[in-house]
Every structure is written in C-alpha cells, then in structure tokens.
Nanobody, 125 residues
C-alpha cells in the first residue's frame, strides 16, 4: 500500500513563507505525478501545483511566481515552497500522487490517485 504523510503547515503572517513536505511510504518503484491541492472553508478543493517524474511543473494562476513545487525521487517526497503568502492562501493543503508502481509483498502493481490527510496553512493579515 501507499501512504502519504504531510508536514510543514502552520500559522504565518502575510508576506511570510512556509515549506510543505509530503513523503510517500511503501515499497515504491516509481511515482509519475505528485502535487498539492488545497481546500478553503466553504470552497471546493483546487489544484495548487503538480510536478511529473520528469520535472514538468504546472501551477494555479493564483500562486505563480510565489510558490515552487519540487520533488526528490529518491525519497519519494514532494515539496511546496510558499513565499509571499496571502490571507487567501489559507486552506488545508493536501498532497496527491498518481500512477504509482509499488510492491504489495507478493507482486508489483500500480495504483492511482492517493491522498494525504492534509495540513492546515493559516495566513494572518
């Protein structure tokens, strides 16, 4: 099985920075896409940023130029560096990984669309 553990959320003043981390555990051979999504109170979950195994990135317009996504394939970990934070960035941030090849203990298989439990980011004005 594949499990995701996020860390790095917290409370920060507007203009500040935070770095989120998400480590995927399990007997993983490869992960194609890794990304971050967020959900603010009363709103739908939205894409923040994604990164492929080859390093291709995609960002929501609202975070371009302020957030940077990166990954360490050897550690099966994805990061989100968030700078110049704004109160509207306040949300629960969720890690997502897709198209994972992993070992169950008896065979290699693939799985899609795994989610972490989320980490709260609060930006005060």
């Amino acid at each position: 099985q594949v499990q995701l553990v996020e860390s790095g959320g917290g409370l920060v003043q507007a203009g500040g920075s935070l770095r989120l981390s998400c480590a995927a555990s399990g007997s993983i051979a490869s992960i194609n896409a890794m990304g971050w999504y967020r959900q603010a109170p009363g709103k739908q979950r939205e894409l923040v940023a994604t990164i492929t195994s080859g390093g291709t990135t995609d960002y929501a317009d609202s975070v371009k130029g302020r957030f940077t996504i990166s990954r360490d394939n050897a550690k099966n970990t994805v990061y989100l560096q968030m700078n110049s934070l704004k109160p509207e960035d306040t949300a629960v941030y969720y890690c997502n990984v897709d198209r994972v090849i992993y070992f169950t203990g008896t065979l290699w298989t693939n799985g899609n669309d795994y989610w972490g439990l989320g980490t709260q980011v609060t930006v005060s004005s």
